[in-house]
């Protein structure tokens, strides 16, 4: 995909959009119930938030970055 042709709101939104499903697969997973978007289970949703961040980056862009670790949907109320 080339991101150079995406304007900053439109990489952000996708970012985000990764982290939304990985977060919906973490909370399913931790409901006992399949995960909905496989993101950790499938390899390119990794790589297509990597070449988001690496675009961001030459933009100079601020962002969170995701985190990808197994308790990164934990919710403050569950700890």
Known sequence: MDYRAFNNDSLTMMYESVRGALASDDALAGL???????????????KHAADL????????????????????????FDR
């Open 32 to 46: 006992g119930e399949e995960r909905r978007f496989r993101v950790r289970e499938t390899p390119d949703w990794k």
């Open 53 to 76: 961040e690496a675009e961001m980056l030459k933009r100079g862009m601020f962002f969170e970055v995701i985190d990808w670790s197994e308790d990164q949907a934990t919710l403050p």
